[in-house]
């Protein structure tokens, strides 16, 4: 049987979707999967949010994209917009586990893997923005370890080193970043193929 994934979030997975079919040629039409396994669907909307709002990604003129494509299982990233102006970033990391049981839930999604939020460099300091982010990402780990429906994973190659690899606008990835991207979200959906043995459950030390 085809299984379905959807890779669902804000503008990181918009850049990722352009990413593949940019690429195609270097293998990378399908997320770079086998489409007799697993077909991929992307949905991601630049300044995406949680919270209402414009751009929030609960309103169900985009939630309708997962209601019609039917997905087995999905990969979230959402999430980051929100922390601009929160002052308790663990409310994020909760609302984004919410999320994905209401995705679970009412879409029946056998599996939702929800990626880590990135570092940006583009905020004033005072805002404190990549320590709010630890504490995400921290908080997404702790309230999905033992979950077996739903899976948090590390993003490999994109949290040291991440400043040489943004963009002039120092929050989007450049095409370095960008292909490292694709490649751990590439792993993050080809385990689910393995019936949801995931090699990555949890980071227990995050550096900043």
Known sequence: ???????????????LE???HGNCDRGWFNLGLDGTDIQVEFFGLGGGTLRPGNKCVQKQQYMHIIEEYKPHSGFLQVGGNDLWSEKEPVKVARDISVFADYIINCYLVNHVVIGQL???????????YNNK???VNKGLCHLLK???NATFWHLRGLWKNTP?????????LNNEGREINAIS????????????SVEQTCVANYRV
């Open 185 to 196: 979200v590439l792993a993050a959906v080809g385990s689910l193929s393995r019936t949801c």
């Open 133 to 135: 982010l630890y504490i």
């Open 1 to 15: 049987m085809v299984r379905r994934a959807l890779i669902f979030g804000n503008s990181f997975i918009r850049r």
């Open 118 to 128: 990135l570092p940006r460099y583009s905020e004033r300091p005072e805002t404190n």
């Open 18 to 20: 352009s990413f593949t």
């Open 164 to 172: 040489d690899l943004l963009s002039k606008d120092k929050v989007h």
């Open 146 to 148: 033992q979950r077996d």
